[in-house]
């Protein structure tokens, strides 16, 4: 006789749903950062959009119907701030998103020291400022999750942006950390990492010859769009991931599963029978 699974079916759907609750997006102005309050604010959430470029953030701000901030997030009294001023506004923090972080490609002989301490203040040391000023709130309110925008490049190696990968490979070593850590809080904390993503950024730098050969590389044979990565993010801040903390999930069309080491088909390259 087969066994009956009494188990509860929850509401998958209003799982997903934000309604009510503050969320506060770090980088909001373009690209991942928008396309992250625009999908905030469709489930219900209350939007806080947070930027260096005071009119982005105001632009961005008005298309969700959330409120603006401007700040510098490497400086630390100025994350301080502005965290708890959002925090106000919104009535309480329940989420926080951070997609801050930008590569500078050279190669590691012509690094300056400038060059590293770029990088790892924007895109380390600024995420410890904001993870502790708003695991601070959270704590106080009894609990919330964040998510965190890392990089492939922390993953795998980074060529010509060393300092851009060591730097992610450091974020997502911390996300691990507070994942364990602030878990007895009632936070969670979790990153999104991923591939080439068609950014404004991105797609003012890089032209149809030069994405030709990126596109080989990726399985699903096109860049990432920034709403690819937001939705990972609104998953990780929503409760249908009520049980992942500490985690970075690839978000990169499959570029990371290939095998390294390419294969030509030629004589010396044997094929399996059948």
């Known amino acids: ?8 079916v929850p509401d998958y759907a209003s799982l997903l749903r934000l309604d009510g609750r503050g969320v506060v ?32 953030a105001e632009s961005v701000a008005a298309e969700v119907g959330g409120v603006a901030f401007a700040a510098d997030v490497t400086d630390r009294a100025a994350v301080d701030r502005v965290l708890g001023e959002a925090a106000a506004a919104l009535g309480r923090m329940d989420a926080m998103i951070d997609i801050i972080g930008m590569p500078k490609y050279i190669p590691i002989l012509d690094l300056t020291d400038e060059d ?12 410890f400022y904001a993870m502790r000023a708003a695991g601070r709130i959270m704590r106080a309110s009894g609990g ?23 730097a992610k490979a ?44 990126a ?3 990726i399985p699903l044979r ?26 970075t999930i690839i978000v990169d069309g499959g570029a990371t599963t290939g095998f390294p080491i390419a294969l030509g088909a030629g004589p010396g390259v044997k094929r399996p029978a059948g």
């Open 1 to 8: 006789m087969a066994l009956t699974d009494e188990t509860a």
């Open 25 to 56: 997006v770090l980088g909001a102005g373009q690209g991942i950062g928008r396309q992250a309050a625009h999908a905030c604010a469709a489930l219900g959430a209350r939007v806080a959009c947070i930027d260096a470029a005071p009119d982005r």
């Open 116 to 127: 590293w301490d770029f990088q790892f203040d924007l895109s380390l040391r600024q995420a």
């Open 144 to 166: 919330g999750a964040m998510a965190f925008v890392s990089s492939i490049s922390g993953t795998t190696g980074a060529p010509r942006h060393a300092p851009y990968g060591a």
């Open 170 to 213: 450091g974020l997502d070593s911390l996300v691990r950390s507070a994942g364990n850590e602030l878990a007895r809080h009632g936070i969670r904390v979790n990153a999104a990492a991923p591939g080439l993503t068609w950014t404004p950024r991105i797609s003012a730098s890089l032209d149809a010859e030069a994405l030709a050969p």
């Open 215 to 217: 596109l080989k590389s």
């Open 222 to 247: 096109r860049p990432g769009q920034p709403a690819d990565i937001a939705g990972t993010l609104l998953f990780l801040i929503s409760d249908l991931s009520a049980y992942i903390t500490g985690q």
